[in-house]
């Protein structure tokens, strides 16, 4: 299950180099189970041709708005027929100019006239373009009008220059795609989470750790992303990349990830604990290397702070929820744990099943209750656990009121 399976999506194509990325894109999609047909311009076409986006998407490909294939020869309103929206990537300043005042000159610009379904840009052009004012008041219009932009981001371009203009990546349209289908539940609420092991050094180069892969913590970030949510994650180190639209502070040990939490949490809404955080660190790390003697070497250990518990005790706390792993005895240990660390949420696993894997299985423990979330992948899991917290928020201020 992903948000895009299933959904009818025009993917219009303008003319400029960043065309080439719109052909990852439709495979990506497609991948994605997302029905793609795809809309070239005449200069759009110049850069990759039909034939490429027939091949990837496994349909006909439109060019022309007098195309007689369709049979009432109606293409500019059959296309759109039932879709759940049209990607125009890359869009051109030309075709941003175009669709604020409405012009309907071929069959893609006709098509976003003729449409009753949102309309997503993906700006491509040359930094100088970008940063005319006409092109500003355009993007603000098209803003104002409803049309979703995606992008551009910064970096190297095809004219050799450097700034802003750059068609965002296909796996970064990907998922500002999934986030525009996706309801805003935590619009406007800014969301703190750690995740990852901690790393406790015991020298410069040697430390204690554990096996956390982070994966459910980074899964659990983009679904409030995607849900809307201003996400801070604090990040042990991991091999993953930062979701995008998640702002990722990176640290090592557990009293480093405590400083940055702290940091952050005051103005936060929501603190989520699924960072496997080392219980206890080297009261005093070697300054230099420690030397290898053969002897037996004996390591003091000092107790790390429970991040969770003291942000669940702050004065004004954030909804706190927390992550249990148990080897057995799940119900009974996260429920304790709860009520221990004051959470109003705790999200509990069985511990051999979730370390470094990709699906999981989870219950939720909440002050009415617990709600088996069955076995999903971690992405799927993230999503539900978003839901439900959505729904306890909303519903506590609901109460409130
Ligand atoms: O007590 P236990 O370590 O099992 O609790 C797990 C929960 O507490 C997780 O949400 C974890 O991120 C959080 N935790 C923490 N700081 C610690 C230990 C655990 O925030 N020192």
Same mark, same amino acid.
């Given at each position: 299950?992903?948000?895009?399976?299933?959904?009818?999506?025009?993917?219009?194509v303008?003319?400029?180099?960043?065309?080439?990325?719109?052909? $990852?894109?439709?495979?990506?999609?497609?991948?994605?189970?997302?029905?793609?047909?795809?809309v070239?311009? $005449?200069?759009g076409?110049?850069?990759?041709?039909?034939?490429?986006?027939?091949?990837?998407?496994?349909r006909?490909?439109?060019?022309?708005?007098?195309?007689?294939?369709?049979?009432?020869?109606?293409?500019?309103?059959?296309?759109?027929?039932?879709?759940?929206?049209?990607?125009?990537?890359?869009a051109?300043?030309?075709?941003m100019?175009?669709?604020?005042?409405?012009?309907a000159d071929?069959?893609?610009s006709?098509?976003?006239?003729?449409?009753?379904?949102?309309?997503?840009?993906a700006?491509?052009?040359?930094? +100088?373009?970008?940063?005319?004012?006409?092109?500003?008041?355009?993007?603000? +219009?098209?803003?104002?009008?409803g049309?979703a932009?995606?992008?551009?981001a910064?970096?190297?371009?095809?004219?050799?220059?450097t700034?802003p203009?750059?068609?965002?990546e296909?796996?970064?349209?990907?998922?500002?795609l999934?986030a525009c289908?996706?309801?805003?539940?935590m619009?406007?609420r800014?969301?703190v989470?750690?995740?990852?092991?901690?790393?406790?050094?015991?020298d410069?180069?040697?430390?204690?750790?554990?096996?956390?892969s982070?994966?459910?913590?980074?899964?659990?970030?983009?679904?409030?992303?995607?849900?809307?949510?201003?996400?801070?994650?604090?990040?042990?180190p991991?091999?993953?990349?930062a979701p995008?639209?998640?702002?990722?502070i990176?640290?090592?040990?557990?009293l480093?990830?405590?400083?940055?939490?702290?940091?952050?949490?005051?103005d936060a809404?929501v603190?989520v604990g699924?960072?496997?955080?080392?219980?206890?660190?080297?009261?005093?790390?070697a300054?230099?290397?420690?030397k290898?003697?053969?002897? %037996?070497?004996?390591?003091?250990?000092?107790?790390?702070?429970?991040?969770?518990?003291?942000?669940?005790?702050?004065?004004?706390?954030?909804f706190?929820?927390?992550?249990a792993?148990?080897?057995?005895?799940?119900?009974?240990? %996260? $429920?304790g744990?709860?009520r221990?660390?004051?959470?109003?949420?705790?999200v509990?696993n069985?511990? +051999?099943?979730?370390?470094?894997?990709?699906?999981n299985?989870?219950?939720?423990?909440?002050?009415?209750?617990r709600?088996?979330?069955g076995r999903?992948?971690?992405? $799927?899991?993230?999503?539900?656990?978003?839901d439900?917290?959505?729904?306890?928020?909303?519903?506590?201020?609901?109460?409130?009121e």
């Amino acid at each position: 299950m992903n948000e895009l399976k299933g959904r009818k999506l025009v993917l219009g194509v303008t003319g400029g180099v960043a065309a080439y990325k719109a052909a $990852e894109l439709t495979r990506l999609l497609v991948k994605a189970g997302v029905e793609v047909h795809v809309v070239l311009t $005449e200069a759009g076409a110049r850069f990759v041709t039909p034939v490429t986006f027939q091949a990837l998407s496994g349909r006909t490909v439109w060019t022309d708005l007098w195309d007689g294939r369709m049979g009432n020869n109606m293409a500019h309103i059959d296309l759109t027929r039932g879709a759940d929206g049209i990607l125009i990537a890359p869009a051109s300043a030309d075709m941003m100019a175009k669709l604020v005042h409405g012009l309907a000159d071929d069959l893609l610009s006709t098509l976003c006239l003729a449409r009753d379904c949102p309309l997503m840009v993906a700006p491509a052009m040359n930094r +100088q373009m970008w940063e005319n004012p006409a092109t500003r008041r355009n993007l603000a +219009q098209l803003q104002a009008d409803g049309v979703a932009v995606l992008g551009p981001a910064e970096g190297d371009q095809a004219c050799g220059e450097t700034g802003p203009g750059r068609m965002l990546e296909p796996e970064d349209l990907l998922e500002a795609l999934i986030a525009c289908f996706q309801p805003k539940l935590m619009a406007g609420r800014k969301v703190v989470l750690t995740a990852g092991p901690t790393f406790e050094a015991i020298d410069p180069v040697r430390g204690i750790t554990n096996s956390s892969s982070g994966k459910m913590g980074y899964a659990l970030a983009r679904a409030f992303a995607r849900a809307g949510a201003e996400v801070v994650l604090v990040s042990g180190p991991v091999a993953l990349p930062a979701p995008a639209g998640v702002r990722r502070i990176d640290v090592l040990s557990a009293l480093q990830m405590r400083e940055a939490v702290l940091a952050e949490v005051a103005d936060a809404e929501v603190f989520v604990g699924v960072a496997a955080v080392a219980d206890y660190r080297p009261a005093q790390a070697a300054e230099h290397k420690i030397k290898t003697s053969g002897d %037996a070497m004996q390591l003091t250990l000092a107790p790390n702070p429970d991040i969770l518990a003291e942000v669940a005790a702050l004065p004004k706390p954030p909804f706190c929820v927390g992550f249990a792993a148990e080897s057995r005895d799940l119900d009974a240990y %996260a $429920e304790g744990k709860r009520r221990a660390k004051r959470l109003p949420l705790l999200v509990g696993n069985l511990v +051999q099943d979730a370390l470094g894997g990709d699906d999981n299985e989870v219950v939720l423990y909440d002050d009415n209750g617990r709600y088996p979330l069955g076995r999903a992948s971690k992405a $799927e899991l993230a999503k539900r656990i978003v839901d439900h917290l959505a729904a306890l928020l909303a519903d506590g201020e609901l109460r409130e009121e």
